[in-house]
């Protein structure tokens, strides 16, 4: 049912466990299965000043495929700009966890839909600080 690199993500979950010191936290949840999904990110600026991705954890709630997905995420968006992690798709995690069964894709939506809301998160508190 399941390939073995999202066991294996499962099993052995990457960057797991609440940031306390997050810049932004995007909570997301799917209430036909009852999955929970925190996506905390620390922000950090490049060489010419651009945004990205120093620091991803997850707190996830759920089945062996969103805990897995949730991993996967955060290794995709890792270093990576604020562009680039909003482009990460849902086939994206998908493929890059081996593949899913039709029914569980939601799961992968659930973790890009994750990191999105943890950017915007940032976003606003950005705008909040006039910044």
Avoid: W
């Avoid at 066991?7 to 999955?35: I, Q, S, T, W, Y």
Wanted: glycine share 10%; with cysteine; hydrophobic share 35%.
């Amino acid at each position: 049912m399941y390939s073995e690199i999202l066991l294996d993500h499962f099993r052995n979950p990457r960057n797991m466990g609440r940031m306390e010191d997050a810049d932004g936290v995007g909570k997301v949840g799917n209430p036909a299965c009852g999955d929970v999904m925190y996506v905390y990110i620390k922000v950090g600026k490049n060489e010419k000043g651009k945004e990205y991705i120093k620091d991803i954890s997850f707190e996830t709630f759920g089945c062996a495929a969103a805990i897995g997905t949730s991993s996967m995420v955060t290794e995709l968006a890792k270093g990576k700009n604020f562009e680039e992690a909003e482009n990460i798709s849902k086939s994206e995690v998908a493929d890059a966890v081996g593949g899913l069964p039709r029914r569980k894709m939601h799961c992968s939506l659930l973790a890009s839909d994750g990191l999105k809301a943890a950017i915007e998160d940032y976003r606003k508190k950005q705008t909040e600080k006039g910044e």
